[in-house]
């Protein structure tokens, strides 16, 4: 009879707003420069190109409203998102079907520490030492379709401290949402638990301990989130 080598991790999972589930998480995949406006912040052309993703992994999601600053870095910046989760996938899904692979929405921020993300872009590396690092993915309760019905529209903005540093509409995103899922499914098996955050507005920015930040997409209400 065969076992374990030692007690597998507990499954990563998210609480359901309005139930008592929680939601296990799979795979986190983010996409990058999804806004025109922080794709020209951040020194890119914001055409539609093809879209291009990163990961992190399903531990660095985070629930708990603290994020803890993270070691080996004086530049960790803020990008707030909005977080789509999967109840279903496949492979080269359909744009026209798409939708029908979610489960729900949350509220996001992509913790970046951007002096290593920098290096590492500099000598042409991948980006994990920047973006998947121990808690990097604070995230709110997650939001059933069925309750905010699909969502194309809605103000999505950031405050640090009670001033708006981010803002923008989740109909400026380049990419749209079921753009992204037919695409990510071209090139990875999509299954339920996945977790896709959208991309970002213009006005990212660093933050030190003690700051407080609130992220808010219309229909989905507030999530605060206390570096520590």
């Known amino acids: 009879m065969t076992g374990y080598a030692f007690a597998p991790p507990p499954v990563v999972a998210l609480p359901v707003k309005g139930t008592p589930d929680l939601f296990p998480v799979r795979r986190v995949y983010c996409i990058g420069r999804n806004y025109a406006a922080h794709a020209i912040e951040m020194g890119h052309d914001p055409d539609r190109e093809p879209p291009f993703f990163f ?23 803020f990008e707030a998102e909005l977080a789509v989760v999967l109840k279903a996938g496949g492979t080269n899904i359909p744009v026209k079907d798409a ?13 970046t520490r951007r002096d290593l993300q920098g290096q ?29 019905g699909i969502l194309e529209n809605g103000r999505l903005e950031l405050t640090v401290n009670g001033e708006i540093r981010q803002q923008g509409d989740l109909n400026q995103m380049i990419w749209k949402i079921p753009e992204i899922i037919s695409y990510l499914s071209e090139y990875f098996v999509l299954g339920a638990g996945d977790v896709i955050l959208t991309g970002t507005p213009a006005g990212v920015g660093a933050v030190e301990r003690g700051d407080r930040m609130e992220i808010s997409v219309e229909g989905l209400g507030r999530f605060s989130v206390v570096v520590t």
């Open 55 to 77: 990961q992190k992994n399903p531990d660095n999601l985070d629930p708990s409203g603290q994020f803890p600053y993270p070691p080996h870095s004086n530049d960790v910046h």
């Open 99 to 111: 939708m029908g692979c979610v489960y729900g929405y949350a509220l996001a921020l992509d913790m």
């Open 120 to 148: 590492a872009k500099k000598m042409g590396r991948p980006w994990e030492i920047g973006k998947a690092f121990e808690r990097s993915g604070p995230i709110g309760p997650i939001h059933r379709i069925e309750d905010t």
